[in-house]
T-cell receptor, first 111, second 113 residues
Framework: AQSVTQPDIHITVSEGASLELRCNYS??????LFWYVQSPGQGLQLLLK??????LVQGIKGFEAEFKRSQSSFNLRKPSVHWSDAAEYFC?????????FGSGTKLNVKP | NAGVTQTPKFQVLKTGQSMTLQCAQD?????MYWYRQDPGMGLRLIYY???????DKGEVPNGYNVSRLNKREFSLRLESAAPSQTSVYFC????????????FGPGTRLTVL
């Protein structure tokens, strides 16, 4: 069965520091992977997606993610975090025409 | 384009009351979805509709019913609300089903007393 694990519930980083949010997935075939961001009181917005090809994917707002099949991971990174990046981040895998979301990682940004 | 719209934005119900959450999309998408979001649990799929005229259960369908009224609209009904259904509900759409992004509505915050 498909599943997504985001091991970090909360992360706090200082503004300007680098960021890595972890995502591990379970899926038998080639996965379709997504990262979404949710600002407080808002719906979810797509950051980036991976279908095939280059394993390093660029997204909006300066985010990138790397697909590592050997580790079943799709970690999200940003070189320098801005205060406006404070939000909750969700990783998702598509299987059987349905999305399976992780439980989310809440990012706090210290001034 | 308004994208995905949901009504109402907020709702308070008493236990046993019924209500319908409305969702509409103007992107001509075939597939539509209802999720609930609870703290620490991410988004869980309640029901989905792969295409007009079809609906299927998701992970947590108990206590809910859905109607795919037409290609644009997908409603979620709570027949007899329970406190356990206090949650934030999101509607989403995509086209075609599969590896295309889902577009989300702004959510409905429901409290059942």
């Amino acid at each position: 069965a498909q599943s997504v694990t985001q091991p970090d519930i909360h992360i706090t980083v200082s503004e300007g520091a680098s960021l890595e949010l972890r995502c591990n997935y379970s899926y038998g075939a080639t996965p379709y992977l997504f990262w979404y961001v949710q600002s407080p009181g808002q719906g979810l917005q797509l950051l980036l997606k991976y279908f095939s090809g280059d394993t390093l994917v660029q997204g909006i707002k300066g985010f990138e993610a790397e697909f590592k099949r050997s580790q079943s991971s799709f970690n999200l990174r940003k070189p320098s975090v801005h205060w406006s990046d404070a939000a909750e981040y969700f990783c998702a895998v598509v299987g059987d025409n349905k999305f399976y979301f992780g439980s989310g990682t809440k990012l706090n940004v210290k001034p | 384009n308004a994208g995905v719209t949901q009504t109402p934005k907020f709702q308070v119900l008493k236990t046993g009351q019924s209500m319908t959450l409305q969702c509409a999309q103007d992107m001509n998408h075939n597939s539509m979805y209802w999720y609930r979001q609870d703290p620490g649990m991410g988004l869980r799929l309640i029901y989905y509709s792969a295409s007009e005229g079809t609906t299927d259960k998701g992970e947590v369908p108990n206590g809910y019913n859905v109607s795919r009224l037409n290609k644009r609209e997908f409603s979620l009904r709570l027949e007899s609300a329970a406190p356990s259904q206090t949650s934030v509900y999101f509607c989403a759409s995509s086209d075609p089903p599969g590896p295309n992004e889902q577009f989300f509505g702004p959510g409905t915050r429901l409290t059942v007393l």
